[in-house]
């Protein structure tokens, strides 16, 4: 099974110059799903964003998750809500869960410990997410999520935001997610995400 990407979008990401960049790298490879991360964006300006950006998505098939109140995902149009954290997740998730499941996705994380990942995945959520949004992946989330992926059920999405054409690993998990690379490959992110695409089909 080639794992799937679940592309993460930089925090700090341009409304209008962004929009272009996005719509060129998932019209390059297939991408499952792709996570609008808030910044340090107020809630309008966040709200704008992924009113933009959702529709570009979708139009390529991916799935659009945002980071906020369950009830903005039906509002924005977007297909799910990656709620951020770990065991302090847990009120959060499990309101998402009872307020967008099953129509909607609702993911959590990164884990940071086995028992918090096992606590979350109990919720009835889509995945388990582990590793960083941005920066090193550390050798212990990588760990974590391959001994997720072995013995649970629940998808993992393992995050390894600086994966490249030469060193992305799924280590076993259904989805690899990708983002810091991506954006600033010299080469374009159409081009690095290929390269992403290409080297995953190798496991």
Known sequence: MTAQIFLIAPADADLATFAPILEGALA?????????????RGENAYKDFV????PIAQAEGCAVLIEGEPGWVRTLGAD????????????????????????????AGPAASRHDAMTLGELDIDYVFFGP????????????????????????????????????????C?????????WKAPQGAAIALSQIAQRLESF
């Not at 390059?28 to 340090?40: E, K, W």
């Not at 259904?174 to 991506?182: D, I, K, N, T, Y």
Request: aromatic share 4%.
């Open 51 to 54: 009113k933009v950006m959702a």
């Open 133 to 172: 949004l941005e920066g090193d992946l550390p050798a212990e989330a990588r760990d974590m999520a391959t001994w997720w992926s072995e013995t649970m059920e629940v998808p993992a999405v393992l995050s390894d935001p600086q994966a490249d054409g030469e060193t992305a690993d799924p280590s076993g």
């Open 28 to 40: 390059s490879v297939p991408v499952s799903a792709l996570f609008l991360p808030r910044g340090l």
């Open 80 to 107: 799910g809500l990656h709620v951020l954290g770990s065991a302090k997740a847990l009120p959060t998730a499990r309101a998402a869960v009872s307020a967008l499941k099953p129509q909607l996705i609702v993911g």
């Open 174 to 182: 259904e989805f690899l997610a990708v983002g810091e690379s991506v």
